[in-house]
Structure formats: C-alpha cells, structure tokens
C-alpha cells in the first residue's frame, strides 16, 4: 500500500538568498527542521557566505548584512553541511518547502556548480498543499505568512530561514490534516497532490485501503452491486489507488470511478492466473466499461470448404479438429474479409459471395485445395511471398495507393496466422505443465489442458518444486476437450497462455499427447511471427487493459 506518513521523515527547508540566480554565489542562509510522525526531531541552521555581496534591497527584507556573513562557512562547506544532516538519499524521507522550485532550485544549482553529489530527493511543495487544502474562500492568498497566521502557527515568517521554516512545519501539519479525507494518508499519495483530480473521486481512494497487497483480480461495483469494471493486478492495493489520480486518463473510467461505491477482489496465487479469471468474468458479466476482451465467442476465422466446390469462407462455429487448417481468429469481420481477398488473389479460388461462384478471368487457373490447406495450416509464404512481389512492383511503377491497399490485406492475413500459429500448440495438447523462474526464487507453475487454465501454484525459494508439480497435476481441473475452438476457453485465454508457457523464459515440465503433440509445439520455420516489418504497422487484436 505505500508508506504512511507517519512514518516519513520530512526535511522541511527554506533559503534566504541575494536575489540572483541559483549557482555558487547565491546562498546567504539556510534554516531547515526535521520532523516525523508530527514532532520536531531536529533544527539546522547557519548563514552563509556568499563569496558575492549582499543588495541593499535584499538586506532590507531579510536583516542580513555583509558583516554578518563575513565569518560564515562559504556556500559549499554550509551546503555540505546541510546535506549530512538532512540525510536526504534514505528512504521515505522527503525535502520540504514552500514554493519548492526557488529554495530546492537553489540548492541543486549550488550543488551542481560546486561539484557536490546531489540525490535527487522527494520534493513536496506546501504551496501547491495549500492550493489544494484552502480554497480563496478560506484564505485572501496562499503566501507562507497569510497561510501561517490562519493554521495558528505560533511561529511568523520574518524573512529568515529558520523562522520561515518553522511557520512552513505548521502549514504543512495543517494541509495534511486537510487533505487527509481526500486520501493523501502515504508517501505515494503525495506525488499526486498537483493532479487535477476532483476532490470527490480523490477521497474515494479509501476504497483500496483494507484491500490486500497481493495478485488478483479486482471488480468495481455500481451502488445497485453491478460489476462496472474488471481488471487484474500483481498488487490489488496499490493498483485500486491507482485509479483516483491523474494517471488515470480514460474519460469513460474517470465516469465509472465517480459512480463505484466499491470493490470486490479475489485474490490468486499467479498473475497469470489473474489475468485468465479477469478474461474470463469480463465474458461472462460483459461490465460496461471493458471495451476489449468482450464476446470473444463471435471471432471469426477463415478456413477452406471443400465442397460443392473450393472456396474459402469465414466462420464463428470451428470445430476442434479443423484448428490447425484454419487462420484467426480475427478482430473483425472486414479485417477477415480483407485477408481473404489476400489470399483468393494468389491461390486463384475461386470467390465465394454465399450463393454461387463468380466466372472467372480469362486466363485466370485454380490452385487446388491443397494448396490452399497448406498456405492455411503453416505455410503462409504461398499467400506471402507472391503478395510481397506484386506489392514491390506497384511501388516501384509508383502505384502507392494500390499497394497500400495489397499491404494492407496481407497485414491483416499474416496478423490471423500469428494468432493461429500461437494458439494451436496449446488448442491440440491434452495436458501441459511449465514453469517460470521467479524474481525472489521459487517458481511460478502453471497446468493447460486444451488451451484451458486448469491451475496454477507457487513454490517458495529453494525448495524441490518436484512435489508441486505432482499436486498440481493431480488437483488441476480436468478438461475435456471441446468440440468446437473456443468452447471450453477463449482463444483470447489460449493465447495469453500460449505467451506465458511457450515463450523464452519457460520450461516444458510435461507434456501429454504423443509426437503430434511437441511437434506442434515448436513454431514453423515460416512462421508469420517472421514477416515484422509487414506487422509492425498493423492492428491486430486490442492490447488488454
């Protein structure tokens, strides 16, 4: 969840200067106080010598003078100083100060001309605080002695470092204590205080806080309990949190946060088990605000009819055994009706408009079915290498437009093949089990039956995963295999699955189904995945949330 604030050390700085530019002359007195848990720990503070002369204007507004500073340490031992003391490169320890960038720019100038080792801190500015904290109805400005006479600060800003921040420790304790039913309680919090969020949908970030800071899926609901919005997250706490700051930027979501009154979540062992369920509740309770992985059942794919006559035709219905003799599925219908005129012009089908064949061309000739299965079933270079040749030649005659428009049918063919190519190892396996490494040792298992989730586990670090492959073999769930593609889980689920166990940085624990079977697994040497520069430019299906 982040670091309460109570538990944040606040170096809270302020500079008196001669009024020039941030550098190593400037600097004529430091005066800082650190604070936690809303007592004072420790005070800094010195004069320093500039190396440059004091203003007479300057002198009038802050009581320095020339003399005071004679004997005082110059700009680097007194910055030196104040950086060992204000300890500023630990953790959750943040530099305070009002109208940050003058006293901070101040200090990283000085430090930068002199050669000083500068870590970038945390900075908090409590003029930004107040501008959230009071609005104009409660304070005439948000100046640091307007702001301390009105939180009663038994400290007034003189114009001397110390003093001011002092004054500017009690704004500070001020604006938290107001900002804190907005949901500004953690470290993280304030990084988002400049945000434009509205104070409404901000306060509502208290729905995270009893929530726990494990992988899931998460569900927010309608005041009526309707499931608004699902989404998945390797920490369910902080993700929620998320939501009510400016990193949030979809306006559909921004609507939906304003109306949740709650949040559901079910914790899971993995993330990718995770990111299956939310797959998998976003079909089954079509939540209106998740645009994407909605009615993934209604894909269509491109496969080859055999009879009366040859011809290729889409279909949302396919069964399991045509699989590895077809290409999708596709994001739409157009986009499949754009790879098939990609493919009907090499292979010479004939076009099939749903109720008879079109003549053809004089001197046009059909390819044969096989020729058509086997560009369907791994060997799309029959579709694409002629499709590259004839879109060089319209380049190279300056026929832009009509190779834009070929580039564009074979980018929606080859995107269908990547897909297809992806999925069917796992669509044709009965059982699989692999195995990924984890970050803090142990390994992330995962079980597939039939392109299905059927479970997952964790083993802790160091420890013989042996035993935990048995009993997620024995304790996953059994599958049969489904009749048609799609029917048991969501090609969208098999080919998240297929990323997550057949992709660099898995291993095959076992593997069921014969020599077909890991044949399968292993992608052709003409795989579609090839053609990148094609691909890069095309929409394929949409990212996940």
Not at 2 to 21: A, I
Not at 164 to 187: I, Q
Not at 513 to 530: K, N, T
Request: net charge neutral; hydrophobic share 45%.
């Amino acid at each position: 969840m982040g670091t309460p604030l109570r538990e944040v050390t606040f170096v809270v700085v302020d500079l008196e200067t001669t009024g020039g530019p941030p550098g190593a002359h400037a600097v004529t007195e430091i005066g800082a106080v650190k604070v936690r848990g809303g007592a004072v720990e420790a005070e800094f503070a010195t004069l320093v010598n500039p190396g440059a002369a004091i203003p007479a204007q300057i002198t009038v507004m802050t009581g320095i003078t020339n003399a005071m500073v004679v004997s005082a340490p110059p700009v680097g031992e007194a910055l030196l100083s104040f950086l060992q003391w204000a300890q500023l490169g630990r953790e959750a320890t943040v530099l305070v100060a009002h109208n940050a960038r003058f006293d901070v720019g101040h200090l990283r100038g000085a430090a930068s001309a002199l050669g000083l080792d500068w870590q970038e801190p945390t900075v908090l500015d409590t003029l930004t605080m107040a501008r959230k904290a009071w609005s104009r109805a409660d304070v005439p400005n948000h100046r640091l002695g307007t702001l301390a006479s009105f939180v009663g600060s038994p400290t007034s800003p003189t114009h001397r470092a110390l003093d001011d921040a002092r004054a500017t420790v009690h704004v500070l304790h001020a604006a938290l204590e107001a900002l804190a039913p907005l949901g500004v309680c953690h470290l993280e919090d304030l990084a988002t205080l400049g945000d434009p969020v509205p104070a409404r949908r901000r306060a509502k970030s208290r729905m995270a806080d009893g929530l726990p800071a494990t992988t899931g899926v998460y569900q927010f609901l309608s005041p009526a309990g309707q499931v608004l919005y699902v989404g998945s997250a390797v920490n369910l706490r902080r993700r929620v949190r998320s939501y009510f700051t400016a990193a949030e930027k979809r306006s559909t979501v921004a609507r939906m946060l304003d109306t949740a009154v709650g949040v559901r979540v079910i914790e899971t062992p993995t993330e990718i088990e995770a990111r299956v369920r939310e797959l998998r509740l976003i079909a089954e309770l079509d939540p209106p605000v998740n645009r994407r992985s909605r009615s993934p059942d209604r894909r269509p794919w491109l496969r080859l009819v055999p009879a009366p006559e040859p011809h290729l035709a889409s279909t949302t219905v396919l069964p399991s055994e045509e699989a590895p003799r077809a290409v999708g599925p596709f994001p739409s219908r157009s986009a499949l009706q754009e790879a098939q005129r990609a493919a009907e012009s090499v292979l010479r089908l004939r076009a099939w408009d749903g109720r008879g064949m079109r003549e053809l061309r004089r001197g046009e000739q059909l390819g044969g079915p096989e020729q058509a299965l086997r560009a369907l079933s791994g060997e799309v270079d029959l579709v694409a290498a002629p499709l590259l040749e004839r879109i060089g030649e319209l380049s190279a005659a300056e026929r832009y437009e009509e190779a834009g428009l070929w580039t564009r049918r074979l980018r929606s063919l080859l995107a269908a093949t990547v897909r297809a190519e992806r999925a069917r190892p796992l669509l044709g396996c009965p059982h699989l089990i692999a195995a990924r490494r984890r970050e803090a040792g142990g390994w992330e298992l995962v079980a597939v039956r039939w392109g299905m989730l059927a479970g997952s586990a964790l083993t802790p670090p160091g420890a013989d995963p042996r035993p935990a492959v048995e009993a997620l073999r024995s304790t996953a769930q059994v599958v049969q295999r489904p009749a048609r593609v799609g029917g048991g889980a969501s090609v969208e689920e098999t080919l998240l699955l297929a990323g997550w166990a057949l992709d660099e940085g898995a291993r095959l624990v076992e593997v069921d189904g014969g020599e077909q079977v890991l044949e399968g697994l292993s992608w052709p040497v003409g795989a579609a995945a090839r053609h990148e520069r094609v691909l890069a430019t095309g929409a394929g299906f949409p990212e996940r949330d």
